[in-house]
């Protein structure tokens, strides 16, 4: 199906120092011409997709007012669904090129259903895909571990190490926090996800042992706050204790230690989750330090390694420019996007003991 393109809206993503309206624009119809006719968004024209990525860019097109063509993408995630709830690793034409199945990119289907919901009030299309994200949040929850951790994926052939992923199990909370928000707006509890979300929030928050150490990713250090998990001094001090090694001053955030290599969808993500944890000022900082990474057509590099003063990889793609957008649009105020990004507002499962340093 050809996808028509809607009334797109730009203007609260203007951000001085990192967009205009007319960049916002260029931008976001970086996105759309990615965009396949199906609604599926592979990482760059030609590339490969991932379900997690797919949503991400999703989301963006929903914050900038591309209430269509977002909705065109979560219609492709149902049509390709697997029986068991899941989806495949990545596809390439819509052909599965990686038949294993991660469990944060089969979560976050549901962050991106309400997102859509919460932009545009569409009832129909959230009794339509609730289905579909009730078969991925089941999928999911096979996977916890006996602390609450998710198991981080499950195999071909129906195995699956009994390993957590830190990033993946905070992805993963924050997405089964917008599930039982639809849950909640559908007026159907779902006790067991409640128990389970509160399990999972537990080890994120009180058992970095339960996880795989990945210490050296950034990635693992800003996302117990960008998936909800820390908030307040907890957060702070988190955050305070990692900004020497993962922040490049006027580049942009280390992917990973020692490589001196910046990537712009982990800069994007750190500020939302430091506006998330009311860190505007620094948020913006971060946003403007990887603007030698936007190019002409409106996306942005990967990444770009300093040691060498070059660009790596060669790619501009749809879910870099989909993370600095959302990250704009939670800073400008977008109501949808600061409703699932802050938290604030979305139920937090069963709750922890006293003391458990959590929302």
Not at 106 to 135: C, K, N, Q, R
Not at 319 to 346: C, M, P
Request: glycine share 10%; net charge negative.
């Amino acid at each position: 199906m050809n996808v028509p393109r809607g009334p797109g809206r730009t203007e609260h993503l203007v951000l001085p120092g990192v967009l205009t309206a007319e960049q916002a624009a260029r931008t976001v119809a970086g996105i759309t011409g990615i965009q396949r006719p199906d609604g599926s968004i592979p990482w760059f024209t030609g590339g490969h997709l991932d379900p997690w990525d797919h949503v991400e860019a999703a989301m963006a097109l929903d914050a900038a007012g591309e209430h269509r063509r977002a909705a065109a993408a979560y219609h492709w995630l149902a049509r390709e669904q697997n029986p068991d709830g899941s989806w495949y690793a990545a596809y390439t034409d819509g052909v599965p090129t990686d038949r294993d199945r991660e469990t944060n990119f089969v979560a976050y289907v549901a962050a991106g259903v309400w997102h859509h919901y919460l932009s545009t009030g569409d009832e129909t299309f959230l009794e339509t895909l609730w289905p579909t994200v009730y078969a991925a949040v089941e999928f999911v929850l096979e996977l916890q571990l006996p602390g609450g951790e998710i198991g981080w994926k499950r195999a071909q052939d129906g195995s699956w190490p009994r390993e957590a992923l830190l990033t993946g199990s905070s992805s993963v909370h924050h997405a089964l926090r917008c599930a039982l928000a639809i849950a909640e707006e559908r007026e159907d509890p779902q006790p067991d996800w409640e128990l389970a979300t509160g399990r999972l929030r537990h080890a994120i928050t009180g058992h970095p042992e339960r996880f795989l150490d990945k210490s050296r990713y950034s990635m693992d250090w800003y996302y117990p706050i960008l998936g909800t998990a820390l908030r307040g001094e907890a957060a702070r001090q988190r955050i305070d204790e990692g900004w020497d090694r993962f922040v490049v001053p006027d580049l942009g955030v280390r992917c990973v230690l020692p490589n001196p290599w910046v990537t712009g969808g982990e800069s994007a993500e750190l500020a939302l989750a430091l506006w998330a944890m009311g860190e505007s000022d620094r948020a913006v900082e971060i946003l403007r330090s990887i603007q030698h990474l936007r190019a002409d057509d409106g996306l942005y590099w990967t990444g770009y390694v300093f040691a060498d003063q070059a660009v790596w990889p060669q790619e501009r793609t749809a879910w870099t420019a989909g993370a600095l957008l959302l990250a704009v649009s939670a800073l400008g105020g977008d109501e949808a996007t600061t409703a699932v990004f802050g938290g604030e507002r979305l139920p937090t499962g069963l709750l922890e003991p006293a003391g458990d340093p959590c929302c």
